[in-house]
Nanobody, 115 residues
Framework: QVQLVESGGGLVQPGGSLRLSCAAS????????MGWYRQAPGKQRELVAT???????NYADSVKGRFTISRDYVKNTVYLQMDSLKPEDTAVYYCNAQDRGYTYWGQGTQVTVSS
């Protein structure tokens, strides 16, 4: 139905920045919400940030003030600007979207914060 293609992951030094993007395609009706989750080694997947259409952004406490989520409604794309990155931000980041009552996931992109 809906496919999510993610890009922008990679290796960055502590204190650096990285910008992730996720473009939705396929049988799209209306992407009510798009967001980002992450999963570190040995940890559970956790919510990073979400942006409902016409609603307020939501952030995990651990990333508030450092990460910024935004959406391009014409391109069906969600972005995650990550600043002041820390080693504990290292994880696989997954794009998430809600459409017609269904939840869709991207395949994930690796973000590694290391010197």
């Amino acid at each position: 139905q809906v496919q999510l293609v993610e890009s922008g992951g990679g290796l960055v030094q502590p204190g650096g920045s990285l910008r992730l993007s996720c473009a939705a395609s396929g049988s799209i009706f209306s992407l009510y919400a798009m967001g980002w989750y992450r999963q570190a080694p040995g940890k559970q997947r956790e919510l990073v940030a979400t942006k409902p259409r016409g609603g307020n952004t939501n952030y995990a406490d651990s990333v508030k003030g450092r990460f910024t989520i935004s959406r391009d409604y014409v391109k069906n794309t969600v972005y995650l600007q990550m600043d002041s990155l820390k080693p504990e931000d290292t994880a696989v980041y997954y794009c998430n979207a809600q459409d017609r009552g269904y939840t869709y996931w991207g395949q994930g992109t690796q973000v590694t914060v290391s010197s």
